[in-house]
């Protein structure tokens, strides 16, 4: 099974600032890599698939990058709905499998 | 739009079944896959398993193998995610989440969660 390692697992942020979230692939998975935003007492939301490919309706101060085994998730500036919790997944095998997830909190 | 919509929380006993449902609409729903996730109180995102809605194909994390049952009705657009055996540790948000047909693809709708709780 691949094993998804995020770091940081905490972060203190101010509004305004930039962010760079990092997701590590215990081997290859190409470009198979998904983003998600939760926030508490909510589903997961889908932000960006294909390493870097922008969901609908996301707004553009998120971005990922990346490939094969190290990936990035930005964001460009910081706004006060995006305190929340990260996840990577890979997506390339089964069992898919999510990363322990980055809590952004505000500084 | 697209919409998935859960069954209520739960309480069961250590030994008992729950069966989660996942209601479906704004789309095919045969054209999409069906994948279960759960989340333990405070935890991290753990894949349960899939369900092709086309055919009824399942694949199931290993861990959960002979106790978790993943099926559809194709005539409700429904998805249906029951575990047996509960144990305390199985406490959890249960989420169902779409799936694309083409492989790798990610989790693009989510139902709004399901609470079960399992306590003697």
């Known amino acids: 099974d691949i094993q998804m390692t995020q770091s940081p697992s905490s972060l203190s942020a101010s509004v305004g600032d930039r962010v760079t979230i990092t997701c590590r692939a215990s081997?290859?998975?190409?470009?198979?890599l998904n983003w998600y935003q939760q926030k508490p007492g909510k589903a997961p939301k889908l932000l960006i698939y294909?390493?870097?490919s922008l969901q609908s309706g996301v707004p553009s101060r998120f971005s990922g990058s990346g490939s094969g085994t190290d990936f990035t998730l930005t964001i460009s500036s910081l706004q006060p709905e995006d305190f929340a919790t990260y996840y990577c997944?890979?997506?390339?095998?089964?069992?898919?499998?999510f990363g322990q997830g980055t809590k952004l909190e505000i500084k | 739009q697209v919409q998935l919509v859960q069954s209520g929380a739960e309480v069961k006993k250590p030994g008992a079944s729950v069966k989660v449902s996942c209601k479906a609409s704004?789309?095919?729903?045969?054209?999409?896959?069906i994948s279960w996730v759960r989340q333990a109180p405070g935890q991290g995102l753990e894949w349960m398993g899939w369900?092709?809605?086309?055919?009824?194909?399942?694949n199931y994390a290993q861990k959960l193998q002979g106790r978790v049952t993943m099926t559809t009705d194709t005539s409700t657009s429904t998805a249906y995610m029951e575990l047996r055996s509960l144990r305390s540790d199985d406490t959890a948000v249960y989420y169902c989440?779409?799936?694309?047909?083409?492989?790798?693809?990610?989790?693009?709708?989510w139902g709004q969660g399901t609470l079960v709780t399992v306590s003697s």
């Open positions: 081997q290859s998975i190409s470009s198979y």
């Open positions: 704004g789309y095919t729903f045969t054209s999409y896959g």
């Open positions: 294909a390493a870097s």
């Open positions: 369900i092709s809605a086309y055919n009824g194909n399942t």
């Open positions: 989440a779409r799936e694309g047909a083409v492989q790798g693809s990610p989790f693009d709708y």
């Open positions: 997944q890979q997506s390339y095998s089964t069992p898919c499998s």
